[in-house]
């Protein structure tokens, strides 16, 4: 009882001199675990409080925004949604967004082109590399990124996902397996919440930059149309998996 009183302290001590942001972090240099988590529930508390955006989605998809933060060269957007069964379950979300998240987000975001896993340090925490292509002349972008999950079962019930940008220059060998291309960061955190009617929340709040030569007026202000939209596709992904498993399942019964 002592140790876990002690690491609840020290996370708490750690997060209070930390922050998230889109600034690379170095392998050296990663917080622990419990660290990143309070970080990431910090930042979504405060979510309520930003400027409200533009609706999706037919008024699904509410966006938030706040402007940079200590530290960081960029905003921050927000966007919520919550959803019925008919959408997806909890347990349907986390298994999609809570495990093995980049390699199922290359499913329903047409831009990822390769996703790598560069190294699993945990059940519940590894670092990814992603490789993202767009139109010309917009070079393909690299997002190398220690994603951090963390999963409670007390009521209600929840999940979050934590990403945050990884420099691998320190180490020669992981830095090898990245591709090439305009390195860009990105920090996310997203929270699914089952809520008291049966319904799921999806919270996601980012901050990212893009690199190379866009101008951050064009990147800052495409941001809460694209962050709602993968909503949409990833709903649409989903269905399609879905029902495939469904019609799987009864052939599988003869029915």
């Not at 996601?204 to 690199?211: D, F, K, L, R």
């Not at 809460?224 to 992904?237: E, R």
């Not at 879905?242 to 399942?249: D, K, L, P, S």
Request: positive net charge; charged residues 20%; aromatic residues 8%.
């Amino acid at each position: 009882m002592i140790v876990c009183l002690t690491s609840v302290y020290v996370a708490i001590m750690t997060s209070a001199s930390m922050s998230l942001t889109n600034n690379a972090v170095k392998l050296a240099d990663v917080p622990p675990e419990s660290t990143i988590i309070a970080l990431g529930n910090e930042l979504l508390a405060s979510t309520d409080s930003w400027k409200k955006g533009k609706t999706f989605a037919k008024g699904k998809v509410l966006t938030l925004q706040r402007p940079p933060g200590h530290g960081s060269e960029s905003s921050w957007h927000c966007r919520v949604s919550r959803h019925d069964k008919d959408d997806a379950t909890f347990d349907e979300f986390w298994s999609k967004l809570g495990v093995n998240k980049a390699e199922n987000e290359k499913q329903f975001v047409s831009a990822i082109k390769q996703v790598v896993e560069v190294e699993r340090i945990s059940a519940t925490q590894s670092i990814w590399t992603l490789y993202y292509t767009y139109p010309p002349p917009v070079s393909p972008r690299v997002f190398t990124v220690l994603q951090t999950t963390y999963l409670s079962s007390t009521a209600p019930r929840s999940g979050l996902i934590v990403s945050i940008p990884i420099d691998l220059s320190e180490d020669e060998q992981l830095a090898k397996i990245e591709r090439r291309g305009v390195r860009g960061r990105y920090v996310a955190v997203e929270r699914l919440l089952e809520l008291n009617d049966g319904k799921v929340e999806w919270r996601m709040a980012t901050s990212a930059t893009p690199g190379g030569m866009i101008p951050s007026f064009i990147a800052e202000s495409s941001m809460p149309g694209q962050i709602a939209a993968d909503v949409t596709h990833f709903l649409k992904w989903f269905h399609t998996i879905r029902n495939r498993t469904v019609v799987e399942a009864r052939s599988s019964l003869g029915g």
